[in-house]
């Protein structure tokens, strides 16, 4: 099959000729386009390379996409040659390669991160982190995953404000804003880039810094994919020990004590920016109830800090499993509570901080919830988590995002649902479930005046519009960045994954 591409590749060598109309550059031939530029860094269906790379996406939804090839491209001029490829057609303003970037392929929706009957560029081979010789600037390769990153650290005494599971990418994750542990300290995940390494829809290989396409830089900062594909983040990086931190179990029957824990906890949280919580409610096969599952962390080794001290309280505990530990053992631990390979769905809003209006939502959720239990391998999850007013005083100390928050919104909460489950068929009830609760959940913190316009890109559904939660001022940057550095418009029309700005 190959030497039968190899031939007409080179005869295309990533151009089109004039008798070929665009009708004519079918998938095939942007794959064979690649082939005869990239080799064996280009597979197809049923090779072991490209059946690895399938078998590396999170949700089973991504999985079942079947590209016509997957590029797996080992550094930036790679990715420029493979851009190059797909981005020449007959006529400058006529595109029809459509395709993907993947980076962890973390994000659970089918097309997320993966197309079908298009190309797939997967930069998993890309992983390499580095630190600079003045320690200060970790330079983190676009197809890492945070274990990565923190086991790499760890061994050298010092930390990035990363992301919270150890089998999440650092590209998605940061792109799209990012919420670490540290963010109290350092404000979201893209607050610490000092610098991006993008490859533009031309081909060309930049970097996007304060002082060089300032623009852009800004636009990247929860802009997600749409500007072009970033080959390298090169983060803020500080001295870092072991930490505090681990989940403790608890009955559902301690639900109204938890709530008021946790509303007086994200007040606080601006007194000790060391600290961090998920507040979750979960409920697998197999139980009867929910439970209620926090995760804690304290970014510094001192075991059972004062401002957790309500929550340590509360019992009975069903499990303990905090300790003195190191980053990559705590995010190796949250993963385990988000295995790989089932189907899924997500939502998110935010609301403001109050006990009533939280423990509304949760009657919701378990109203919703509780007629999916007889379905197969189900597991939902819902976590409140703290956004306190020093994470965005963190965020415009370090040059601001382009998410839209700002200290004026105060104290507020994201609320995360997670529905997962095994068989296909049971999709349209997942999704319909999931859609009923964010409708009621709006509705009902609408009418209070407690309803937030943001949304957290990462936590999203397909069918959310995160970018709009920027705010108008926000999103017209972003276009306007994006018609600057794509004026065809190449990572809104030929990739249709992710959220688009127009």
């Avoid at 591409?5 to 095939?28: H, Y």
């Avoid at 970014?299 to 905090?322: D, G, H, L, R, W």
């Avoid at 890109?457 to 108008?472: E, F, K, S, V």
Wanted: aromatic residues 10%; proline residues 3%.
């Amino acid at each position: 099959m190959k030497a039968h591409i190899v031939v007409l590749g080179l005869f295309l060598m990533c151009t089109v000729d004039a008798e070929f109309s665009q009708e004519v550059l079918a998938p095939k031939s942007c794959c064979s386009n690649l082939f005869a530029a990239l080799g064996d860094k280009v597979s197809f269906l049923h090779e072991a390379a490209y059946n690895v790379s399938l078998a590396s996406y999170w949700s089973q939804q991504e999985q079942e996409v079947a590209p016509s090839c997957i590029v797996r491209p080992n550094s930036p001029g790679d990715v420029s040659t493979a851009i190059k490829c797909l981005t020449k057609g007959e006529e400058e303003h006529l595109r029809t390669c459509q395709f993907a970037i993947k980076g962890g392929g973390h994000m659970m929706w089918a097309g997320a991160a993966n197309i079908a009957a298009g190309v797939t560029i997967d930069l998993a081979a890309m992983n390499n982190v580095s630190v600079n010789a003045a320690r200060t600037i970790t330079s983190v390769a676009a197809g890492a995953i945070w274990l990565d990153v923190y086991s790499h650290l760890d061994a050298l005494g010092l930390a990035v404000s990363g992301g919270r599971d150890s089998n999440v990418g650092v590209a998605g994750l940061t792109l799209g804003g990012g919420l670490s542990y540290f963010a109290p300290r350092f404000g979201f995940v893209c607050d610490n880039v000092v610098n991006y390494e993008v490859v533009l829809a031309s081909g060309e290989v930049v970097n996007s810094n304060a002082s060089s396409r300032s623009d852009l830089f800004l636009a990247l900062k929860g802009g997600s994919n749409n500007f072009g594909v970033v080959t390298r983040f090169d983060f803020r990086t500080f001295p870092q020990g072991n930490i505090w931190g681990g989940s403790i179990g608890y009955e559902i029957s301690t639900k109204d004590q938890q709530l008021d824990a946790f509303s007086h906890f994200t007040d606080a949280n601006n007194d000790d920016s060391y600290a961090a919580l998920i507040h979750a409610y979960a409920w697998m096969d197999g139980h009867d109830d929910w439970l209620i599952s926090n995760t804690y962390a304290y970014t510094k080794p001192e075991a059972y800090p004062k401002i957790f001290a309500t929550f340590m309280s509360i019992t009975p505990q069903i499990f303990n499993q905090v300790r003195i530990t190191t980053m990559t053992a705590l995010a190796i631990e949250m993963d385990g509570s988000n295995p790989a390979g089932d189907r899924q769905v997500y939502v998110t809003v935010t609301v403001a901080n109050n006990v009533s209006l939280l423990s509304q939502v949760f009657a919701i959720a378990d109203t919703l919830l509780g007629p999916l239990k007889n379905k197969s391998g189900l597991r939902y999850a819902m976590a409140y988590q703290t956004m306190p007013q020093c994470v965005m005083t963190r965020s415009l100390a370090s040059g601001g995002n382009a998410l839209g928050l700002v200290p004026e919104d105060g104290n507020i909460v994201l609320i995360f649902l997670d529905i997962s489950w095994k068989k296909s068929a049971d999709d349209k009830i997942m999704n319909t479930q999931a859609r009923s609760f964010l409708e009621q959940v709006e509705t009902l913190a609408a009418g209070l005046g407690m309803l937030h316009k943001w949304k957290y890109l990462n936590y999203a559904a397909q069918w959310q519009d995160p970018i709009a939660g920027y705010g108008h001022e926000n999103r017209e940057k972003l276009r306007t960045a994006s018609r600057k550095y794509d004026p065809d418009q190449v990572f809104q029309k030929q990739v249709p994954g992710g959220y688009k700005l127009f």
